[in-house]
């Protein structure tokens, strides 16, 4: 039975009761991380007061309660993007880890030089840097899909620059700037009739959408906990069975291995071949309640709550003269960048900060993107379900506020 949203959902969490500089906490950083449910917090507790021992490595009840915990979640995460297999889900740090295990420890063995890994200038660094670092190792060759005016990816530049040099699209599934949703399942059958992969960085879409990767047939996707109600320092990248297998393990140790002698060791297969040493147990665990969390709203539910929300904040946004907003006017994700005219945005932050509305100012690890947009930096302000009209009122009147002390003084 799926609940509804309503703006009694803040009571799920602990910070947004709280204050910043004596004003009720209006957090719109969700792009960033977001806050956690009272059910996460306890389900962390828990496990280190009750089950709290190393996973695998006891045949004792304790570690066998740590490790059936720690594969649950692994279950419910293949589950949650409806994986065709539980062991093509590794767990890593995050979305940053996931994307250079698959550019040092498959695109290293496996790309040639002179191919090509095409992207577009809206990636965030870390779907950008790996690549980078990769082609200059490898002699490939970097080509950018173009933008429409609106930030939107030009599909018909896509399928000019994917080709038969390519040998990976690598992508946002959502921006984390300009709040585009792209059509992965297009650009993964454009990339695949060339022969050439797709590593889909979803840090901004599994948290706000229905992920379906059996319908999207794409070949790596990656994407953090923390961004979507868990710990920080657990991720996932899954991956294709047969990519996995063609992958070399980046970190060796306990774990990892199958059988080791003086001179030679064998790898174990995915999952365990990429996840050596003790992982995140806990993070792994705190992960599982929070996909249960989001099934039990259901995230067909919280992206058309979200689609609401953020359209309502960007007409009144609109009402503020002097605002540049960027990125289409129309969208369906949470994440509003936006500039005032004659102010920093890290002035307009905080300004905001003092007002107790939490947005992130800088060139949010998207300095490309910054470039085309012709701005050093923006103003951020990314919503999740448990925000409210009544948030984006505040953002709205801080602004105004804030561009009323900067022009008058107080």
């Not at 910054?370 to 302000?381: F, G, H, K, N, S």
Request: charged share 20%.
């Amino acid at each position: 039975m799926m609940v509804s949203i309503s703006d009694n959902i803040k009571k799920d969490f602990p910070l947004l009761q709280s204050k910043m500089h004596g004003q009720k906490l209006v957090y719109l950083d969700n792009a960033a991380t977001t806050q956690k449910p009272q059910v996460v917090l306890d389900k962390l507790l828990a496990y280190y007061q009750n089950d709290n021992a190393n996973v695998y490595r006891g045949v004792y009840d304790l570690s066998q309660r740590a490790t059936s915990a720690y594969e649950q979640a692994r279950k419910k995460v293949a589950q949650f993007l409806n994986a065709p297999k539980v062991e093509e889900i590794i767990f890593t740090k995050g979305t940053t880890q996931s994307l250079n295990f698959i550019a040092a420890g498959f695109g290293m063995n496996n790309f040639q030089a002179g191919q090509e890994i095409v992207l577009s200038c809206a990636e965030h660094h870390s779907n950008l840097v790996p690549w980078q670092n990769l082609a200059k190792k490898k002699g490939l060759k970097l080509v950018y899909i173009d933008l429409n005016t609106d930030g939107s990816l030009d599909l018909k530049d896509a399928d000019k620059k994917i080709g038969q040099k390519t040998a990976l699209v690598a992508i946002n599934h959502v921006s984390n700037v300009l709040g585009t949703i792209n059509d992965v399942k297009s650009l993964a059958n454009l990339a695949h009739k060339n022969g050439a992969l797709i590593a889909v960085d979803g840090a901004q879409a599994a948290p706000h959408m229905k992920v379906d990767l059996k319908n999207l047939d794409l070949d790596f996707y990656a994407f953090s906990g923390h961004k979507m109600l868990g710990p920080t320092g657990i991720g996932v990248l899954w991956a294709k069975s047969d990519l996995l297998d063609a992958m070399t393990p980046l970190e060796f140790g306990g774990e990892m291995i199958d059988e080791v002698g003086l001179y030679e060791t064998s790898y174990a297969k995915a999952p365990y071949k990429f996840e050596g040493g003790t992982p995140n147990i806990a993070g792994a665990i705190g992960l599982g309640v929070a996909i249960d969390y989001l099934t039990e709203l259901g995230m067909d539910n919280i992206q058309v709550y979200e689609e609401k929300l953020v359209t309502y904040l960007i007409n009144r946004l609109q009402e503020i003269e002097g605002l540049e907003i960027y990125g289409p006017k129309k969208r369906v994700s949470g994440i509003v960048s936006f500039n005032l005219k004659g102010l920093h945005p890290h002035d307009l932050a905080t300004v905001l900060d003092m007002q107790g509305i939490a947005v992130r100012a800088g060139h949010h690890c998207a300095q490309p993107l910054m470039a085309w947009l012709d701005v050093p930096a923006c103003a951020r302000a990314s919503l999740y379900f448990y925000n409210t009209k009544e948030d984006c009122d505040k953002l709205v009147t801080g602004i105004i506020k804030s561009k009323e002390f900067f022009e008058n003084g107080f």
